[in-house]
């Protein structure tokens, strides 16, 4: 039985387009499930979700921070947020198939589901209280990231258990939210350097 896909791809080859050579590839997914992933971890969990970011570049800048921090998974809604898309992954250089990028269709029920599996929820926000380094993530942690523009939004603040901000010293207010994904990222593998 040939599939109507197939009928399609057999009627390309031999067309100037595709030069006789036409192929049907799948595509690779890292995408397990959140479970699936926390199951294979060994250690520690160390998760980044990105809540409602909506530039390309950004996502994709986050994903190559999280690579190179060693994060287990980046988490984002499905909706109110750009995805992985052809930008995001070449910003990513290549961290977009390293690193697993999960989507979920309720932020606030997938940080609640967290909370059950042990893993503490560490929101940043440029009014937390305790700042970055008073914090502890030598544990199971989640950190979230809010939008360029708006920060988090109201129900994924008050899921978090803990809210912390990034000391800043100069004239500006806030850093671009995948240089924050950095320095926090960076601050729990520092603290997770066995001593």
Not at 105 to 125: P, Q
Not at 182 to 191: D, K, M, N, S
């Amino acid at each position: 039985i040939i599939q109507a896909d197939d009928q399609r791809l057999s009627a390309m080859v031999g067309t100037r387009r595709h030069q006789g050579v036409v192929a049907k590839a799948a595509a690779l997914s890292l995408a397990r499930t959140l479970d699936e992933l926390l199951d294979a971890v060994q250690g520690p969990p160390l998760l980044l979700i990105l809540d409602g970011i909506t530039d390309p570049h950004n996502l994709g800048a986050c994903l190559r921070v999280a690579d190179g921090a060693g994060a287990h998974a980046v988490i984002a809604p499905k909706d109110r947020a750009v995805g992985l898309n052809a930008t995001a992954m070449k910003v990513s250089s290549g961290a977009s198939d390293t690193v697993p990028y999960i989507t979920v269709t309720n932020l606030a029920r997938t940080m609640r589901d967290l909370k059950e599996r042990g893993v503490w929820i560490i929101g940043t926000s440029d009014d937390a209280e305790k700042g970055l380094y008073e914090g502890d993530f030598t544990g199971p942690t989640a950190l979230v990231m809010g939008s360029e523009g708006e920060g988090m939004r109201r129900l994924t603040r008050e899921t978090c258990d803990i809210l912390v901000n990034i000391p800043m010293f100069g004239s500006v207010e806030s850093l671009n939210v995948s240089v924050a994904s950095g320095v926090c990222l960076y601050e729990a593998r520092r603290q997770r350097l066995p001593k």
